[in-house]
């Protein structure tokens, strides 16, 4: 028997004892409750051997970032991309600072003009990924399994211990990493060095390429204020160019980056680099001029750069997406006019049970700007084919001059659609909530129309980090003109003017999921579903 199953079973018993017992049965509860506390308390204590020698989960976090420190650091790294062909080498001083009036900074500085090994373009991607990745880490519990933590070999005070990360605090676009087998050296209680290398036979996708190699080797290092710091790395991967377009041909290609610390400061601009750090030899720092950074000081959005330093991720400012939206609304008619006469026709035509099944099919092109972190502004211009299904019902006059009851006719729309809003949006931890506006004016040439629709859209929603996606529920608000005006050119020249009523249901539930893709684009579902309206939208954008 288990201990949470002796943990019910005593509960039970206490509550079959007859109530005389009153003082008997306070006194077994207590016992049984003491007894399940112990056994949790118990249970919690058996912690992983990393935890009990100390070490700091934060150090094994390096790992995954190495931008998880709160200190301000030089690196100098020598990067290797060799091919079948030639060996291209750059050499590079990476330069972070934890804490700047716009959040998190990360400098590449070369020594030549143009870098050999990739695109400068191609290098500011990858400053962007490791920032937003640290961004996302804030709010991750990256770290090791427990369950995976095995002692390996000993010898004297240092210690060998194999382990794995945890699938559960992956970012997505670092989820490969589960793939990887840890091994860590462990003097008393300070990280001397962390191998990674991939298991054996596996390969994974990773930015345009197939990695089939992995192996990163770190050596850590004390500062003088008792953090444990990367002291020297080295990073071999051997992978094959499917969509990056660095090595020509789909070609196997091998990378190679050895990395040593240069210096690192406290926050107070004190210097604590680590005692067993050894000069750089041959290597004139002064030359490294041509910095490689990301502009994370933007002018827009307006209090971004406070919004960063907080901690806060948000959106580039500028986006281009395209939609697709396929939509049915179902419109009662409550009036008929024509050239300005009404009872006569509703004599006739009767707008009870009278009514219009429009499907609309409708692609537009949707800019938007984040002017401040909380407000987003947008614009749309598009085209609308829709095919209605009307029915208008007829009187018993109507049926006497030789009208059917019913008269049924498909018809189509085709017309031009033009609009703009707003969204007020915020955040607490993972949860989110927003509130849009729009207005949208449909003009349809044939039959002369112009009708403007307003929605307002208040969701809630939650954000997983890990794969960078937002699931969100709402409603739909949607106030439609109440009639349908437009104008009709008869063949002996003159016009057919006519005015309809019209009403529907305002109300509508939604509901759809948000991901990002990689460092610029954006994929968005929605659902609207209610009595009158139902319909999905589906759009693709593009970041700057």
Known sequence: MSEHDVCEQKASLSLALKPIEKIGLLIWISKAILFCLVVGATKASQADPLTERGIDPKTIELMVSELSTDLRYTRFAEIEVRTAEETLTDRVLIDFDPKTPAGIDLTLKFDKQTPTTAS????????????????EIRSLNVTYDPDSILLLSSSGP??????????????????????????????????????LTLDEGRTFFHDGTLVSDYRLDVSFARASNGTDVIQNSVNVIVARDLFLGVVPNNQKFVTTVRSTAVSYEDEDGKDVTPRSSAALQGVDLSKFNNPVRVNIDRKFPIFGKQARAAGYEFPKPFGVSLMYTDLTTMLNFTSFEINGVREPIEAIFSPNGSGIDIRAKTPQLRVDWFPFPFLNVMG?????????????????????????????????????????????????????????????????????????????????????????????????????????????????????????????????SRFGIYKQIGNNMELTLTGTYGDTRKGATVMLGYRF
């Open 120 to 135: 400068t373009r191609r290098f500011r991607r990858v400053l962007e990924s490791r920032m937003r990745l640290q961004h």
């Open 158 to 195: 240092i210690d060998i211990y194999q382990f794995r990360y945890s699938p559960f605090g992956l970012a997505q676009d670092i989820a490969w990493i589960r793939f990887l087998q840890g091994r860590i050296w462990v003097n008393d209680d300070r990280v001397t060095r962390i191998l």
């Open 380 to 508: 749309l211009i598009g085209e609308l084919e829709a095919k209605g299904n009307l029915k208008i019902r007829t009187t018993g006059l109507g049926q006497l001059v030789g009208l059917p009851p019913v008269i049924e006719e498909q018809i189509t729309i085709n017309s031009s659609v033009l609009g703009g809003g707003l969204t007020l949006a915020g955040g607490w931890r993972n949860y989110f909530a927003s509130l849009t506006g729009t207005a949208m004016t449909t003009v349809t040439e044939d039959a002369g129309t112009r009708s403007t629709a307003y929605t307002v859209t208040p969701q809630v929603g939650y954000y997983f980090p890990r794969y960078r996606l937002r699931v969100m529920v709402g409603a739909d608000y949607v106030k439609l003109d109440n009639k349908m005006v437009g104008s009709i050119p008869l063949p002996d020249g003159t016009n057919l003017d006519f005015n309809i009523g019209l009403e529907h249901e305002e109300w509508a």
